[in-house]
């Protein structure tokens, strides 16, 4: 659910309840919920470039991950992820050798790169998308056309209108090889984890795997979830496309019949996300659709 | 070429187009009256009729009574495969409602139904049952039953003149079992046949007017029990001796007086019932065969429903998500209504996204297929088309988006795509067949390069694909939804 909203939704709520003369405390019970930290080390173990070899949990998801910081793209609204805007903003190059199927070539855990990208945009100020104009963004660029009547709900996660031009800045970026502790690659935790919370929302992740297989596995489909929109490429080859507005669900999407070949075997995924939640998960399935455990270990080069 | 000729192809082609829109009896010259139990010899589908007459079709929907052989029966034959045979059950009448009643049933067995295949010839025939001229049944209408947890061999028969009866056979020579003893089942039926499934033994038979073209009321009807002697219970509790027994199929709009049930089980979880209409109102209310899948509910068969041509959303069982092709999202402008607090305005009606609305901006090739939330948008609303060619019990159809002639269609690799134009290719025709659980697979004709029989498959939430059926895989399953 889009931040906003629960905001929105949290005032509402309140409001209702203060009406009726309930008491609420402001303050959770620290005694309801045994485990309310979400710093970094909470979700990932870091691990060196080197890290022995690891198999995939018991139910197949690969929890081994290099990771680059993420690269900022502020959205105000998760509504302008078309298949054409996560074309062009998810293969966008902002590095030299940045989707290269070359696995001798791929970064190292503790590697940055320096790129150009969008600054953040100050909270509170409506965070444009670029989607081809009357397709993507909602209501058109500041433009009174469309806009929500007086009275009205804006779309979720948009603020007030913003007309000026982003600006950008430069960027480092270091890349993190990572054993997630959950299912899943809770990216947002990577995200303020690594940035003192400072970057959040609005974030373009791009990770990689290595799959090593013992022989050829023939009819494998990659399933993959992600929060919000993904694409997923193996070996050089886009396999997945996880399009629109999503929240992240296992197996949400699968890919057509690929064969994962003896040795080495790249994974690639960009996941981009506005407002809300960021996370991705991913596996492996036979064609007979019973998940793949075994035949491969994962690693980071 | 003379006139005739050309009056000839011209009204054929009438017909050919005037029965497209039709799915619920075959098409062709399907014209019988107490059909036996389908039967699949070298590739092809035969049916016999009271006196004998054959219905045969290549494909199991275009039928016409070319190919077979009429046979010495007398009335409402029912046929079965035993091993490498056929077994025919069959009965001389006793003179209907009015005449005496003084029936006979006898079987009769035959290595092939091709009469072109030199192993064809009917074995001399042994009487199993009668009825007396004046006693409480009517030996006729036999229905074969062969139990799959014994494999012992009955026959039901009997008809409105007193008592439904079952007695057992011997399964290799077709005659009376030894020792075999005459059971009263029911009464007020005619053309019973027995079936079995989970658990349960149940008697399928006719109620209503028969033989009364458009006013017939023939109406198949089941009963149930746990042994294959009875008691054959309805389901508020009626014994069928005591007259119980609950519709499986009555009419439907333009077709009378369904009757004469048989089972034809393709594959688990795919299953018809083939009938007769006593009268089709498209075929000038003549009796016809028809074939519609068997859906099974809270273990009662009920006549299921081929998918009648129009505009659907096609929805994945396993999520619920839409078929669409994969086109740029196109958002609605306005249409944003205000969560609560006062009204100021009448509402208005919100424009719905229109084909033309996007179509322009659509890739011209050929577009892959995916599957998303239904917002009733042009890329995801599908028009079926029933062509005059197709399956056991349902036609192909071809699968379009609406309001243009773009075609889903297998790909060799096994996967889908949608094609920019209809050209009848195998890899673009469907068939659609209603399971018995009430959802519906989706197979195509043919896939290029391979002889492999798949279907439409959900492959995680959002994607598709083609893949081995499986009636337990949920992601093997779809719904046809119009609202």
Sequence with gaps: ??????????????????????????????????????????????????????????????????????????????????????????????????????????????????????????????????AP???GAPQGQGAPQGAPQAGAMPPMGMGTPATDEPTMIKDTLTWHSVDSKLFNIKLIRFATGLSDGNKRYGLIFNAFTVINCEED?????????????????????????????????????????????????????AVINGPGMSDMCMRFYKEDGTTILTNYTITNM | MNMKKIFQMGFAALVSVSLSGTVMAQIGSPFIHDPATI????????????????????????WSGEGGARIQVGAAPDMMKIGDRYLCAHSSTGGGLGGGHAGTIRTMWNKTLDPNSPDYEWTEQIQVAESLNDEDCDAIDAGLFMDPNTGRLWVTYGTYFGFIRVVELDPVTGDRAAG???????????????????????????????????????????????????????NVGRDMIEGGAK??????????????FGRYIIDEGVEKMS????????????????????????????????????????????????????????????????????????????????????????????????????????????????????????????????????????????????????????????????????????????????????????????NVSLGKFDFNDVNCKWNFRQY
């Design chain 1, 217 to 269: 596995i023939p009819n494998v489909r990659l399933a993959g979830g992600s929060n919000a929109a993904s694409i997923w490429w193996v070996n050089g080859e886009q396999v997945l496309t996880l399009q629109a507005d999503r929240r992240m669900v296992a197996d949400n999407g699968m890919s057509k019949r690929i064969t994962l070949k003896k040795g080495k075997n790249l994974v690639r995924v």
């Design chain 2, 275 to 462: 009938f007769h209409w006593e009268a089709d109102y498209y075929q000038g209310g003549r009796s016809t065969l028809g074939i519609l899948p068997i859906v099974w509910r809270n273990d009662w068969p009920e006549a299921g429903y081929n998918v009648k041509p129009g505009v659907y959303e096609i929805e994945s069982e396993r999520r619920g998500y839409a078929l669409e092709i994969a086109t740029e999202y196109v958002r609605l402008q306005g249409g944003r209504g205000m969560f609560g607090g006062a009204q100021t305005q009448a509402p208005t009606v919100v424009p719905f996204q229109k084909l033309e609305d996007v179509i322009g901006n659509w890739p011209k090739g050929n577009i892959d297929v995916r599957l998303i939330d239904y917002q009733f948008r042009p890329n995801q609303k599908w028009e079926l088309v029933a062509l005059d060619e197709g399956t056991l019990g349902t036609p192909y159809y071809k699968i379009v988006i609406a309001g243009t002639n773009r075609a889903l269609a297998a790909t060799a690799d096994k996967e889908l795509t949608t094609v920019p134009q209809f050209t009848g290719a195998p890899e673009q025709l469907w068939s659609i067949d209603q399971l018995t659980d009430g959802t519906y697979r989706i197979m195509p004709k043919a896939v290029p390069g391979t002889n492999d029989k798949v279907c439409l498959i959900s492959i995680g939430d959002s």
């Design chain 1, 133 to 135: 104009a009357g397709q």
């Design chain 2, 247 to 260: 519709m499986v199929l009555g009419a439907r709009d333009g077709y009378t007086g369904a009757g004469h």
């Design chain 1, 1 to 130: 659910m889009n931040r906003n909203f629960k905001l929105i939704l949290a005032v509402v709520i309140a409001t209702v309840l203060v009406g009726c003369g309930s008491d609420i405390s402001s303050k959770p019970d620290p005694q309801r919920i045994a485990n309310r930290d979400v710093s970094y080390d909470q979700y990932f173990t870091e691990i060196k470039a080197d890290a022995a070899p690891v198999k995939p949990d018991e139910k197949g998801f690969v929890r081994r991950w290099t990771i680059l910081e993420p690269i900022n793209k502020p959205n105000g609204s998760n509504t302008v992820f078309t298949d054409s805007y996560i074309q062009a903003e998810l293969t966008k190059e902002y590095f030299n050798n940045q989707f290269t199927s070359n696995i001798n070539a791929l970064p190292k855990t503790g590697e940055s790169v320096i790129i150009e990208s969008e600054a953040p945009r100050p909270s509170g100020r409506r965070l444009i998308g670029s």
């Design chain 2, 39 to 62: 039967q699949e010899c070298d590739g092809k589908y035969y049916t016999w009729g009271t006196g004998g007459s054959p219905l045969v079709s290549s494909d199991g929907w275009v």
């Design chain 2, 180 to 234: 075999a003893v005459d059971i009263n089942v029911a009464i007020d039926c005619e053309a019973t046949t027995m079936i079995y499934r989970n658990g349960w033994y149940y008697l399928l038979g006719t109620h209503g007017t028969c033989c009364d073209g458009v006013n017939s009321t023939y109406n198949i009807v089941v009963g149930r029990s746990k042994s294959p002697t009875g008691p054959f219970i309805d």
